[in-house]
Structures are given as structure tokens and as C-alpha cells.
């Protein structure tokens, strides 16, 4: 499939419209109010809680499969699948955990970025080094740089390969902790064994069977997988690793999932078909922002039939900025609890000049409260993706 840049250009005035939007000035009083009261927290890993049914040990990461329930017919046998529908009682504590932590250092790494008071900036990454230690470094605290026991289901398996998604937020976290060594806040040999921890990381997801198969997922769990390797690679300066997620975008991932309305068919499909289609396109477009160079925009760059991450971004705005305009099926669940602050639409607003869509963006809520919202709102901090360019 042959790329070329998208010839349709965005409308000018838009474009000097906000042009001057300054993300910085935007996010500080959400961030520093937010950060101050994080600042205070203790770390607290995933060896604070254990799964009793898991086949790991303290230091693994253990999930239970969403969508699947205990047999009525068979009491004690294998669970069965009702898809889209979350069993309550599977063991869901250290995704939550996961999740405050990856919430916690990404506010604080924000905050940083924006606060103009040295020492505060400072006191803020020093909080941001201290969680990261306790994860990543720390022999008593730190997880296991594999995921061997995650989306496990009762009577079936011990841990599946779709079950990688589970760290989708780590790909925040490390693009916190490269920021904050990036402004100094972090000393580079702070950063080494953080470095070391997510290169074994990036490795265990290309070699072990379990990352392997995630990998060519043709859903929303291939462009998952993608945006972590891409994080991780950029924070471990793995050249090879980029290139081949700029080449698995263009050639696998839009080719592979998107029609040519923008839409992603194989998310529409699903129980949960807005839900799906937002994460997919959120995930997607923060790797095109992550993974673009100088001159090369890569929300812009679209296939020869014209598919592209704007186009993406087109299909799905309407439906974001009014919801009762969605021609498909409702979400079996947490319908109502969608939209919140998607960045595909910030994203897609600064590479089309996209006053709506900013508008939109701003209108919508930073700070969802509901574990499977939040859990599929992996970008959180746009000041963290977007922390090469202050005034966009």
C-alpha cells in the first residue's frame, strides 16, 4: 500500500484560529491543583494485593478475563464468554492499581512540564521518581517485566495473549518519565534502571508467544499492542522497534482495520460498538503523534485510496460532539458514560486546524471515575504527547 500526503488541506482560517492555542496555559490550573494532592501519596504496587486464583507470585501482574462467567450448567467446570458483559467478581485490583499509578505519575510529569516555580516542578518529578521505583525498581515492590497471568479464565487458562492490553497505560508512563528527563528533571542515572525495566519489557512483548500473537491482533488490540512497543521504544531508544511501528501503522494497522469511511468495521461489530471505535481511534492516534518527525505529520499522511487518522477522526466527531446522532447499536454498557475527553479529537483538531473539534475536546470530562472508562482511556495528559510543541 503506497502513502502520500493527504491533498486535501486544512481551511486556513481555522487553522490561524487556533493557531495560538497554548496547551500549556490550558491544562496548568487542572494540573497543579490535581498534582498537589498527588504529590503526597505513597506508592503502592502490585504486590499490596494478591489474586488468590492466580498461578503467579507476588511480583506478577494478574487479571481475570472480562466477558467470562461461571457455567451454571456446569458448576466448578471451565466459565463461559458472554461478550461485552463484565463479570464483577473476576479479580480486577491490580488493573485498578495499574491505573492509579499510571494516572498518578502522568499528572505529576504534566504538572512539571507546565508549573513555572523551580522548586515545585522539582518536588512534583521527584514524587513522579519515587512511584516509578517502587514499580519498576525497588526488589520488594516492583513488577515483573512480563505478563504471563493476565486475562486468565477460570477452567481455561492461566493467562492469554490478548491479556498484554492490560498494560496499555505503561505507554503514559514512559513517556513521563522520557519527559521528565528531557527537562532535566530527572538525572540520567535515575532514568538507567527505569531504562533497563522497560527494555525487558519490549522485549518479553516481540519473543514471547503471548506478545507475539497480541502483535497481529486485526482489532483494537494489534493498534494497543503498537502504541506500547512505540512508548517503550522511544524511552529505550530502540530505533528498530520505531521503525517498525511507523511501518506496521501504514502497512498493517489502517489498511487492516479502517473502511474507507473512517470507521473501524471490526470495532463496529462489537457489543460495545461506540466505546470500541473511540478507544481504537484514540490508541491510533496517539501513535501517529508519537511516532512522527519532523516535517512528516502522520495524522495527515494517508493510504493511496485515502484513508488516514484524520479521516478516522472525521467519521467518529460528529458522533463525539452529539451522541444521539450514532447510527449503530447503543454499548451494552457504559453507554451513557461516553464521551469524555478523547485526544484523537485534540489531536485531529491541531493537525486540521479544527476549531469544532478543539472546542469539543475542551468541553468534554479530563477525569472519568468509572474503572472501564478509565481503563480504556489510555492518554490522558496531551501535554505529555504533545510536550514538543508548547503553542500549537
Request: hydrophobic fraction near 40%.
Amino acid at each position: 500500500m503506497s502513502l502520500r500526503t493527504d491533498s486535501t488541506r486544512p481551511d486556513e482560517h481555522a487553522r490561524d484560529e487556533i493557531s495560538g492555542f497554548d496547551l500549556h496555559a490550558h491544562e496548568r490550573p487542572r494540573l497543579l491543583r490535581t498534582a498537589e494532592a498527588l504529590s503526597r501519596t505513597a506508592p503502592c504496587t502490585i504486590v499490596s494485593v494478591r489474586n488468590p486464583r492466580s498461578a503467579g507470585g507476588a511480583h506478577d501482574f494478574s487479571s481475570e478475563a472480562d466477558y467470562w462467567w461461571p457455567d451454571p450448567d456446569k458448576p466448578g467446570g471451565p466459565y463461559r464468554q458472554r461478550d461485552g458483559l463484565s463479570n464483577p467478581d473476576n479479580f480486577t485490583a491490580h488493573r485498578a492499581l495499574l491505573l492509579d499509578f499510571s494516572e498518578t505519575v502522568g499528572t505529576l510529569a504534566a504538572a512539571a512540564l507546565v508549573c513555572r516555580e523551580a522548586e515545585q516542578r522539582q518536588r512534583y518529578a521527584d514524587a513522579a521518581l519515587a512511584h516509578l521505583y517502587a514499580w519498576f525498581v525497588q526488589p520488594a515492590t516492583r513488577m515483573n517485566p512480563s505478563l504471563l497471568y493476565s486475562q486468565a479464565i477460570g477452567g481455561v487458562c492461566t493467562g492469554r495473549a490478548i491479556g498484554v492490553i492490560d498494560t496499555l497505560h505503561l505507554a503514559e508512563v514512559a513517556l513521563a518519565a522520557q519527559r521528565l528527563g528531557e527537562a532535566g528533571l530527572i538525572h540520567a542515572d535515575a532514568l538507567l534502571p527505569l531504562r533497563e525495566w522497560f527494555a525487558s519489557y519490549l522485549d518479553w512483548l516481540n519473543t514471547h508467544p503471548y506478545g507475539v500473537e497480541e502483535r497481529e491482533w486485526p482489532n483494537n488490540h494489534g493498534t494497543c499492542w503498537a502504541l506500547q512497543a512505540a512508548a517503550f521504544a522511544r524511552f529505550t531508544g530502540n530505533e528498530a522497534v520505531l521503525a517498525d511501528c511507523r511501518r506496521r501503522l501504514f502497512e498493517v494497522l489502517l489498511p487492516g482495520q479502517m473502511a474507507a469511511d473512517g470507521s473501524f468495521p471490526q470495532e463496529l461489530a462489537r457489543t460495545k460498538p461506540y466505546g470500541y471505535s473511540i478507544f481504537n481511534l484514540d490508541v491510533m492516534c496517539a501513535l501517529g503523534v508519537l511516532l512522527r518527525t519532523l516535517g512528516d505529520d502522520l495524522l495527515r499522511r494517508s493510504l493511496d485510496d485515502g484513508r488516514s487518522l484524520l479521516k478516522g477522526v472525521s467519521f467518529l466527531a460528529p458522533y463525539l460532539i452529539s451522541k444521539s446522532s450514532w447510527p449503530y447499536a447503543r454499548d451494552v454498557m457504559y453507554w451513557n458514560e461516553w464521551p469524555v475527553r478523547q485526544p484523537a479529537l485534540l489531536f485531529g483538531a491541531l493537525a486540521a486546524g479544527r476549531e469544532d473539534w478543539l472546542r469539543a475536546w475542551q468541553r468534554l470530562d479530563p477525569a472519568p471515575t468509572v474503572l472501564e472508562v478509565r481503563r480504556n482511556f489510555p492518554v490522558r495528559q496531551p501535554v505529555l504527547w504533545l510536550a514538543d510543541s508548547r503553542a500549537v
